[in-house]
Every structure is written in structure tokens, then in C-alpha cells.
């Protein structure tokens, strides 16, 4: 069955940068649109970064353009967050989502999965 599962995080300093990973398995990669979530202490779970199938497109928060970059890795089914310039802000558990594209989807598998998360602390 379809799984992801996130490493990387840690503690950094303000200014820093932090590498997030994400592994997929259990389905096609390709088939999946792959997304970075985060959640601090207190607030929702909100959107970091998105990217589709294809690896064509990409999105991102408002806060984090211009210093986040998530990309993908076909060879190793993984998913990457490149973080820079990281702020205290930025402290919270990233969560890796793995979402089916509809033509894809089968009833053996969920639509959606989401790993168990990672936490990054961003502190002087």
C-alpha cells in the first residue's frame, strides 16, 4: 500500500538551511502529486509547497517563496524541501503528502496518504 515517509529535520539557526526528504512506496511515483505541509504549536496544519506528477509545476506558501524549493526525484521516488534562510517562524513539524491523480486512483490504495512528520526548530 501506498506510504510515504519524511527525514531531515532538526535543529538550525536562524539564516540556515535545511534539507527535508520525502520517500514514497507502495504505488507510482509519477501518479502522485507531492506536497509539504506544516504545522507550528497552537496553529493549523497549513501548505508549504506543492508540486504536481509530472514535476512540471510548483507552488508555494506566500511565506516561504523565494527561500523554500521542493522538488522530485524520479530515480529514488523522493521528494525533496530545500530550506533557506530559515527564520524561527519557520519552527514546526513538516508533514509529507502524497495525493493520487483521479485517473490513477485504485480501490486498493487510499487517495491520500500523509507521513507521520518531522520536526524543524529554528532557534539562535
Known amino acids: 500500500q501506498v506510504q510515504v515517509a519524511e ?3 532538526g535543529l538550525v539557526q536562524p539564516g540556515g538551511s535545511l534539507t527535508l526528504s520525502c520517500a514514497h512506496s507502495g504505488d507510482t511515483f509519477s501518479n502522485y502529486a507531492m506536497s509539504w505541509y506544516r504545522q507550528a504549536p497552537g496553529k493549523e496544519r497549513e501548505l508549504v509547497a506543492r508540486i504536481s506528477s509530472n514535476g512540471g509545476s510548483t507552488n508555494y506558501a506566500d511565506s516561504v517563496k523565494g527561500r523554500f524549493t521542493i522538488s522530485r526525484d524520479f530515480a529514488r521516488n523522493t521528494v525533496h524541501l530545500q530550506m ?7 519552527t514546526a ?4 503528502n502524497a495525493k493520487v491523480v483521479p485517473i490513477f486512483a485504485r480501490p486498493d490504495n487510499p487517495d491520500e496518504v500523509w507521513g507521520r ?4 526548530t529554528v532557534v539562535s
Open 84 to 90: 533557506n534562510s530559515l527564520k524561527p517562524e519557520d
Open 93 to 96: 513539524v513538516y508533514y509529507c
Open 117 to 120: 512528520g518531522t520536526l524543524v
Open 7 to 9: 527525514f531531515g529535520g
